[in-house]
């Protein structure tokens, strides 16, 4: 059993309020190789705009969810928390 | 908004059609697309009925790559939907703008597993760059001219638009006034322009390494010019090929695992990669880790997501690469390095004095390249025959040569061709293909037959699924596991069937007499040509291994 070293992020996501785009972020991150540790969401009926918490962890760089995530077409912006930790997950 | 007739949702799509320039779909009716084949009966756009949606999506596909423009496919509800998805995730992976619209159920009845119903909305979600469904009849139009401006904006790629079918039979009175309906997302743009030029100037050993992007950039002309003002040695992607000239005395053919012997020790020894519209592929780059291991990285593309993905660039240039990369041109003093390459393309040359009677494919393609009037287009399947058209057929424009490069997708070139020759139809179009290949939509002879459609089929015979095969004997202890295919129909038989000339070659004396019959028929055309099922494709670097330590036949 080796020990695999994965970084924690947070996510803030700002999307607009489409019923398919938490399916749209939810395949990326997975397809992507990042685990969903923790997720909220929630509309602001006066502009339609979601805002999307999301705790991830991966041995992946970020960018590459975070580019991943940009591009998808409902999205109107990501930001990274920098405050990264460490975990460690093992594998069977 | 500006009051208009009453329209239909069908009609409206039509309308939307005709605003794109659209005058040419490839689909296949059904239930619940039935509105719009009635509107269609009405429209000025021409149908292609293809045989089966896979056709259809790919025939868009084809279409789209060859003219440069958006291509259109239609397939209804359920199995008509599904049978798009293929044709779709090849559009993704190589970045073709196609729209597809499928019909659904009506909305009342989405959601409680009726007849021809699946969830293609959700389905569309790993295999296209975006898609809508449309529940309002007043947001169709909107939606439609999104689907036409996400597939072409940025970095290209298919849209699905799912439209129930009592949103095609409702009515709507009101048409928008402005064509754009996109919200450009602002994004920082990376242009890293001096620190590139600093890289540039200290290059004793740099490699243009140009991929498909080029293409799609609409780039040639401005990368051909940088190729030839600096005297970069220059390799393709197989996506990237006809971008360069083929007969630039610095260009080193395809690199990567069937790649070129002075494509990839070049790569391999560069201290420079100037990367155009490529993406690092892992069948371009063999082992990453040994990849170019010395080389600086300057990388132009039009994707955020693509600079760092697989390789670290140390400029990166974000943008259109048809204004971008003209700044990067300068005198560079690399002769020493031009002539050493120069030597090893000539030492590495690819040789067709083949013994024996029998047919050797490369030789075989290589006349078609001779013989095929300049601004042929052709299309491949996927397999040692789609290798062997790369390696050894030279193309004048990256519109002239359609493969699935990404997906790798066998059953491509039949149905691609037939989308060419409908974009094109007075250049020449040629499918290469192999036995196993052909057989994966060859129900599309159909529609060669029904619009006499002049496509020319070049049919690389060995009676197996050659690639499968290769990789048993070499890597698998030559367990041939699945890969014979003796019990082939008989092609010429087949085609006759379709009323598509055709003829059967085994011999290497019948070659060019039999390329040149093919190449004067006014209609399409069948060549079969029997190989050797032992032939392997060379060089190949096996996998997960650096590009250098290829292997090379006998």
């Known amino acids: 059993m080796n020990p695999m070293t994965l970084n924690k992020y947070q996510l803030v996501i700002m999307a607009d309020d489409k019923q398919v785009v938490l399916e749209r972020i939810l395949q990326v991150t997975r397809y992507r190789g990042f685990l969903i540790n923790a997720m909220n969401a929630e509309v602001n009926t006066g502009n339609n705009v979601a805002t999307i918490t999301m705790t991830v962890s991966s041995d992946r760089p970020i960018s590459l969810l975070v580019d991943q995530i940009n591009k998808l077409i409902d999205i109107k912006g990501v930001k990274v928390d920098n405050s990264e930790v460490q975990i460690q997950q093992y594998s069977a | 908004m500006t009051e208009s007739k009453t329209l239909t949702g069908s009609s409206l799509l039509f309308e939307v059609l005709k605003d794109h320039g659209v005058q040419h779909v490839f689909g296949y009716p059904g239930g619940a697309i039935m509105p719009i084949y009635d509107a269609l009966y009405d429209s000025d756009v021409k149908h292609f009925l293809c045989r089966h949606e896979q056709g259809a999506a790919f025939s868009a596909v084809g279409y789209a790559r060859a003219a440069g423009t958006v291509g259109v496919c239609f397939a209804t509800s359920g199995p008509g939907a599904t049978n798009l998805i293929t044709g779709l995730a090849d559009a993704l992976a190589d970045s073709i703008p196609v729209v597809a619209i499928t019909g659904q159920v009506p909305t009342a009845a989405m959601?409680?597993?009726?007849?021809?119903?699946?969830?293609?909305?959700?389905?569309?979600?790993?295999?296209?760059?975006?898609s809508f469904q449309v529940t309002d009849i007043n947001e169709l139009e909107k939606v439609l001219h999104q689907a036409f401006e996400i597939a072409l904006e940025g970095r290209h790629g298919p849209v699905l638009v799912d439209i129930p079918k009592d949103i095609q039979l409702a009515e709507v009175t009101q048409r928008l006034d402005k064509l754009s309906h996109l919200k450009n997302k602002v994004q920082l743009p990376l242009a890293d322009i001096s620190k590139a030029l600093e890289l540039l100037t200290h290059a004793k050993q740099p490699i243009l390494y140009v991929g498909g992007g080029v293409g799609m950039a609409n780039a040639v002309e401005e990368v051909r010019e940088f190729a030839e003002k600096t005297g970069m040695p220059s390799v393709s992607t197989l996506k990237g090929l006809g971008a360069i000239n083929p007969d630039n005395e610095n260009y080193l053919g395809m690199l990567g695992m069937h790649g070129t012997k002075a494509a990839n020790i070049a790569v391999q020894e560069s201290d420079l990669l100037v990367v155009v519209g490529a993406r690092f592929d892992d069948r371009v780059t063999g082992k990453l880790d040994e990849f170019a291991p010395n080389a600086k990285v300057i990388h132009f593309d039009i994707d955020t997501a693509e600079i760092n993905k697989r390789r670290t660039a140390d400029a990166a240039i974000l943008g259109d690469l048809k204004g971008n990369l003209p700044?990067?041109?300068t005198n560079l003093e690399i002769s020493v390095w031009q002539q050493r390459?120069?030597?090893?393309?000539?030492?590495?040359?690819?040789?067709?004095?083949?013994?024996?009677?029998?047919?050797?494919?490369?030789?075989?393609?290589?006349?078609?390249?001779?013989?095929?009037?300049?601004?042929?287009?052709?299309?491949?399947?996927?397999?040692?025959?789609?290798?062997?058209?790369?390696?050894?057929?030279?193309?004048?424009?990256?519109?002239?040569?359609?493969?699935?490069?990404?997906?790798?997708?066998?059953?491509?070139?039949?149905?691609?061709?037939?989308?060419?020759?409908?974009s094109r139809p007075h250049d020449t179009v040629i499918a290469v293909s192999g036995d196993g290949s052909i057989m994966m939509n060859i129900q599309e002879l159909a529609t060669i037959k029904r619009y006499q459609i002049p496509v020319k089929i070049v049919l690389i015979d060995n009676a197996k699924l050659g690639m499968v095969r290769q990789w048993q004997d070499l890597f698998f202890d030559g367990r041939l596991s699945e890969t014979d295919l003796s019990d082939n129909p008989d092609f010429v038989m087949l085609s006759r069937a379709f009323d598509i000339k055709s003829q059967?070659?085994?011999?290497?004396s019948e070659i060019k007499a039999a390329v040149e019959e093919m190449l004067d028929h006014d209609g399409p055309y069948l060549l079969q040509v029997q190989i050797d099922a032992a032939e392997n494709v060379w060089p190949l670097v096996p996998p997960n291994t650096a590009n250098d330590k290829m292997m090379e036949g006998a």
């Open chain 2, 341 to 422: 390459l120069q030597q090893m393309k000539t030492d590495f040359a690819w040789r067709y004095d083949h013994p024996g009677d029998n047919i050797y494919a490369p030789a075989v393609l290589k006349t078609v390249s001779d013989l095929m009037p300049s601004n042929t287009c052709v299309t491949t399947d996927v397999g040692q025959h789609q290798m062997w058209a790369a390696q050894h057929m030279a193309f004048n424009d990256p519109s002239n040569f359609l493969t699935s490069a990404g997906m790798g997708t066998m059953g491509f070139g039949l149905p691609a061709a037939i989308g060419a020759q409908i």
């Open chain 2, 327 to 329: 700044l990067l041109t």
């Open chain 2, 504 to 508: 059967k070659i085994t011999k290497k």
């Open chain 2, 111 to 130: 959601g409680s597993d009726a007849f021809q119903e699946i969830d293609i909305f959700g389905l569309s979600l790993a295999c296209t760059k975006h």
